[in-house]
């Protein structure tokens, strides 16, 4: 399973902020439409992430305070990225590896999506799942004859 499976169930809305946006407006946009980051863009490039952990260190360390704080100041200049042929078993080691709830998608420089470690996760599940179904069906649709009344099948 790729990235580029995740994006096609999750659409295509994408939610950005920009370097020099004061991180007030960000933080209300982000509580406004239940979000948890948001992809930082300049000049039509990824130039950073902006997650609730970001803005909560930067708060702590301005005293509790967003003051005048631009997104820039907040922002993780140097977030992981990856591309929609990637697999998810690697989007999920880097992901674990690093602490990293949410992954801006790119290709080449262009902005395909972000996946979060929630969608990482419901993937993993709901590939599982529908494995657990195709082995049981191929059980219950054992052929006849195979085993003796009574007789364990070994698998």
């Known amino acids: 399973m790729k990235v580029s ?3 096609r169930v999750k659409g295509n809305t994408l939610y950005t902020a920009q ?3 004061p991180l007030a407006d960000a933080i209300g ?5 239940d979000l948890g980051s948001l992809v ?3 000049k039509g490039v990824v130039s950073g992430m902006l997650t609730f952990r970001e803005v909560i260190l930067k708060i702590v360390g301005n005293g509790g305070q967003v003051g ?3 997104v820039a100041q907040a922002m993780d200049a140097q977030p992981l990225t990856c591309t929609p042929d990637t697999e998810i078993d690697d989007v999920r080691r880097m992901m674990l590896e690093s602490h990293a709830r949410y992954m801006p998608v ?3 420089s262009m902005l395909m999506g972000v ?4 969608d990482v996760a419901k993937a993993v599940v709901d590939a599982q799942n ?5 082995l049981k069906a191929y059980i219950r649709d054992w052929p006849d004859g195979s085993a003796s009344e009574g007789e364990d099948v070994k698998l």
Request: charged share 30%.
């Open 5 to 7: 499976d995740i994006l």
């Open 19 to 21: 370097p020099d946006q």
């Open 29 to 33: 946009f982000m509580a406004e439409k």
């Open 40 to 42: 930082v863009m300049a």
């Open 68 to 70: 005048d704080t631009l």
């Open 106 to 108: 790119v290709e080449g």
């Open 115 to 118: 996946i979060s470690f929630y």
């Open 130 to 134: 529908f494995e657990n179904k195709m």
